[in-house]
């Protein structure tokens, strides 16, 4: 699986916008871009995903740069809920297996302050 | 909205004891997967499930490990003889689509002492 890059934390204000890098410098032409999150004491969770078009969804958004070798995950007014574990993975939908599974790095950690 | 559900929520067992860990996946969906968390660290891909038969699995899931989907509903993890390293989050996930997002359940914490 090609490997993610991200911080180990960030930190956010409560209803202020935060950006989640995610690094993916030898993405594929076929990887499409997953975040899922895991609050505490929780399964991980779906966010979005995206393969080259940025996307908006009812959770976030997600800019994905023109060469695709970087991504942002964007809440655009965090809550206290968001505060969790985000994951950014890639997927290889061509990769002639069968499942596509996730797997997951160590993510990055959001505080949001209240 | 439908959701994963996982029992039980937490089991404390013995070294060497059999343990299933249970779980209801979504109602049409098809892949099933298991993952554990250790304590802190990250999320690990077990076995993956389809059509009755195991797709993929890792490393983790060695010969002590079982899956079985024994009534079209429920779909089940066994250790057969517990360690204590197999303490951890067992996670179980659905998804309607090989390329569709992943449903997890809240887990279930097997402790092994």
């Known amino acids: 699986d090609a490997k993610t890059t991200q911080p180990n934390s960030m930190e956010s204000n409560e209803e202020e916008p935060v950006h989640l890098p995610c690094n993916h410098s030898?993405?594929?032409?076929?990887?499409?871009i997953h975040w899922y999150r895991q609050l505490p004491s929780q399964g991980p969770e779906y966010v979005i995903h995206?393969?080259?078009s940025n996307v908006n969804n009812r959770m976030a958004s997600l800019a994905i740069a023109e060469d695709r070798k970087s991504s942002t995950l964007i809440l655009h007014r965090a809550t206290l809920r968001d505060a969790a574990v985000y994951y950014c993975?890639?997927?290889?939908?061509?990769?002639?297996?069968?499942?596509?599974?996730?797997?997951f790095g160590k993510g990055t950690l959001l505080t949001v302050n209240p | 909205e439908p959701e994963v559900t996982q029992t039980p929520s937490h089991q404390v067992t013995q070294m060497g004891q059999e343990v299933i860990l249970r779980c209801v996946p979504i109602?049409?969906?098809?892949?099933f997967y298991w993952y554990r968390q250790i304590l802190g660290q990250k999320v690990e891909f077990l076995v993956s499930?389809?059509?009755?038969?195991?797709?993929?699995k890792s490393e983790i899931f060695d010969d002590q490990f079982s899956v079985e989907r024994p009534d079209g509903s429920n779909f089940t993890l066994k250790i057969r003889s517990t360690k204590l390293e197999d303490s951890a989050m067992y996670f179980c996930?659905?998804?309607?689509?090989?390329?569709?997002?992943?449903?997890f359940g809240e887990g279930s914490r097997l402790t092994v002492l």
């Open positions: 996930a659905s998804s309607g689509s090989n390329t569709g997002e992943l449903f």
């Open positions: 499930f389809y059509n009755n038969e195991i797709s993929e």
């Open positions: 995206g393969l080259t």
């Open positions: 993975i890639l997927r290889d939908f061509n990769s002639g297996g069968s499942n596509y599974k996730l797997t």
């Open positions: 030898t993405i594929s032409g076929t990887d499409y």
């Open positions: 109602s049409n969906h098809l892949y």
